[in-house]
DNA sequence: GATAGTGTATCACTATAGTAATGCACTATG
DNA sequence: CATAGTGCATTACTATAGTGATACACTATC
């Protein structure tokens, strides 16, 4: 119960998949800083009631997000946002892990007929926008 | 038969849609100067034959291409690349464009814990790897 | 121990994405 | 006009992603 209040938005009928939309917010909520390191999140049955889901849906989200390292499970008590980064990896390593988006980016500016420049500068302003 | 070679690989159990991976590396071609604007793309029937592959797969590929403004229908010979930039759009609305692949790189990177310094380095490193 | 709260494994159902076989409309070329 | 080449519309099949109902294992709390 001690659990931080919810703070979603589902649209079920967006062709987003549900427990992908619960997935973003959950990892946005926690990049924004709004959900902190030990956090408990609402249970899945909590969850499930309020976004009118399935439970299994919203378990379904919760595992992949423990997968991902960002949550952590606390048996018997519910799933926790895992302190900031255990990432033991190096920051090459982590740069590594962005390549295949930022591929997918790099593709389509081109395509669009933008300069390096001009995709550069779309990245830095989203990022001072998160900031 | 005038077509440009083929010159393609497809791993059909990769996970990837054959006909994602059909548009990927013909965007790709395009992006890289070796396919340019007004060359005819080798026929459906062709392509389906050499990647063994129904010729619809194919089809399907291309024809979202052509949605997608890459290439365009020339009635009885086939699929050619389209003109370059027939986007009469503003440099600001093709960057706007970028947006929504732009949010996903970053909300990935501040998740990994990089700094802005390093995520813009990651999009600088595969740029000057494409040109 | 009893109870009520966690998350999850299992199974089943449904919608849809992906692929393919076939036939058609159209056009270049002779 | 005839032929052989385009791409596409239609239809059907299959695999799988997404969701959900149920039963279970585990733990905090009393």
Do not use: C, W
């Not at 999140?41 to 976004?51: D, I, K």
């Amino acid at each position: 119960m001690a659990s931080v209040p919810i703070q979603f938005e589902i649209h079920p009928s967006s062709g987003v998949p549900i427990f992908r939309q619960i997935m973003d917010q959950v990892r946005a909520q926690v990049a924004s800083g709004r959900l902190k390191a030990g956090d408990l999140l609402p249970s899945v049955r909590q969850m499930g009631a309020e976004l009118q889901v399935n439970m299994m849906t919203v378990s379904k989200a919760y595992s992949r997000l423990e997968a991902e390292g960002v949550l952590e499970r606390d048996r018997g008590m519910g799933m926790r946002v895992r302190t900031a980064s255990p990432t033991s990896a190096s920051v090459g390593d982590r740069q590594q892990e962005l390549r295949e988006l930022v591929d997918h980016v790099v593709t389509r500016g081109l395509q669009l007929g933008l300069t390096d420049e001009q995709v550069v500068a779309v990245v830095k302003m989203v990022l001072k926008e998160r900031r």
